[in-house]
């Protein structure tokens, strides 16, 4: 019978999905924890090796999960945090109304938590972190207009659980809104992309093109992922490249777009201020200690509801605008994406020269 259990434990072990670079141990080192919706989207297993790199510099012990887009999971990989005696936890939300449930739990221990990117829509985070996610909505469509400024316009926003998506919504509106009503504009379609998964961009670009018989002048997108995804569909239909589009994040990928003339812009969040940043204030907090340089933001502002009650600590980064006119020295010369990659399907000679 002993065996018999001990085998179904072993298994249940074994099936948790998660991921972690460390088990706590009672070593007197402060214990930061790493909570990650996801890594398929490209940014976030660059920035789990940064924050644990980090961490580790500044002689904490650091434990990582992932939930693979699993909102559920991920609360129960943050009170397993809890558990292995977290004295801070660092937050990528895959929900930002779901995971407020787990972090109310270690605010009632004690824990400070970071909301990192993406918001956690309760006031008893410690801390989010952040860029000016209007901002980058609002150079998304500036960069569009540049480009074309009138005719039917698709609207591609992320993920309906990223409150964040919502944020970059709220800036594209700002400056799309003036021609919507004066009539210079359009808008023929408006989808969200569950999980900002580019398959799910694929899809619905080509049900888009398919309602519209490729009537569309340009493709406000919300991220380089669903913004590539899009441009599949486009260049199934002879489109990329003719169509403007805009993305986020200046991934390799998004880079290499620019680069060949598909992909009309990106915006830029140099993730190698956001991470140390965060792990500065992670030790601080850890150690009981005040944080400055933040700004308290009403969670009404945050969450664009009005209904929303308290104030959250926050900390935001500017963004940059990258398209083909800057993407060399924001993106290449700073060392942020490999000169290699973005020029691959360059020829060397006609590429600028290595930085």
Known sequence: MVKKISMLLLVALLALPLFASGDAENDGRTVVGLSFSDFATERWPREQALLTQLGQESGAQVISQVANQDAKLQNDQI??????????????AQDGG???????IAASEGIPV????RLIK??????????????VGRAQAE???KVQDSGNFVLLGG?????????????QMEVLNPLIDSGQITIVADQWVENWDAANAVTLMENILTATNNNVDAVVASNDGTALGALQALRAQGLAGNVPISGQDATVAGAQSIV??????????????????TMEFAIQLANGDEISDTVDYTLAELTLDENASGSIASFFFPVVQVTEDNLYDVVVASGFQP?????????????????
Do not use: H, W
């Open 79 to 92: 009170e397993n945090l809890i558990v292995q005696g977290a004295d801070v936890i660092v937050v990528i």
């Open 98 to 104: 779901t995971a407020a449930t787990a972090v109310d």
């Open 114 to 117: 970071i909301a990192y990117d």
């Open 122 to 135: 309760t006031s008893n985070l410690a801390l989010y972190i952040s860029f000016n996610n209007v901002a």
């Open 143 to 145: 960069g569009i207009l």
């Open 159 to 171: 993920s309906p659980t990223d409150n964040n998506a919502y944020l970059f919504r709220q800036g």
């Open 260 to 277: 060949d003339g598909e992909l009309t812009l990106s915006v830029y969040k140099d993730i190698r201020l956001l991470a140390p940043k």
């Open 339 to 355: 000169y290699d990659d973005v020029y691959r399907n360059v020829p060397e000679s006609q590429r600028p020269p290595r930085p």
